[in-house]
């Protein structure tokens, strides 16, 4: 079964400098990958996924994450982060083929200081 | 917007209770999904059910269950409820089974068990 860590469970960074946030795997092959952003009191919103193709995905709102294989990660980066960006954000993981169901990480909570 | 809906938004039901939480997919989507998410466990995937069908189960205690009504809305049925029981209850939904698809969110219902 795939697995997902995120090792930082929370992230301070000042507004207008640049965020990544560490999301590793653990899975047989090449895996289906996802970033979900849930602000207060809301659902998760997908940032962007990774299938097959470029390993450098661009999303939503600014944000990229860089799928590597020899590393198993899938980090998220945005080179300016707003005050808006506060949220919780989700890796997730999903197996290629079966029932296919996203395990998702403990999620990183982002704060930005003004 | 998802185009996920969830009812009721929020409850607060006393322990032992029943209570029901509805899903409307998106349209067009065959596949809902329901999570659990609590500060413990993080997100955790209950089961998932396609075109009527339960497809896959995760960690869905037996006093829970769920089904996919012909209109493709779903209820997740909660009894004999226990304190720990209080969480935020996700819905989802992606257009098939889930291979390689996206899988969208709804807000949630916040169920809070006194």
Known sequence: AQSVTQPDIHITVSEGASLELRCNYSYGATPYLFWYVQSPGQGLQLLLKYF????????????EAEFKRSQSS????????HWSDAAEYFCAVGARGGSYIPTFG??????VHP | DSGVTQTPKHLITATGQRVTLRCS????????????????????????????????????????????????????NLSSLELGDSALYFCA??????????????EGSWLTVV
């Open chain 2, 93 to 106: 939904s992606s257009v098939d089974r889930g291979n390689g698809n996206t899988i969208y969110f709804g």
């Open chain 2, 25 to 76: 997919p998106r349209s067009g989507d065959l596949s809902v999904y329901w999570y659990q998410q609590s500060l413990d466990q993080g997100l955790q995937f209950l089961i998932q059910y396609y075109n009527g069908e339960e497809r896959a189960k995760g960690n869905i205690l037996e006093r829970f269950s769920a089904q996919q009504f012909p209109d493709l809305h779903s209820e997740l």
């Open chain 1, 74 to 81: 899938f980090n998220l980066r945005k080179p300016s982060v």
């Open chain 1, 52 to 63: 097959s193709g470029d390993t450098l995905v661009q999303g939503i709102k600014g944000f």
């Open chain 1, 106 to 111: 403990r999620g990183t909570s982002l704060i």
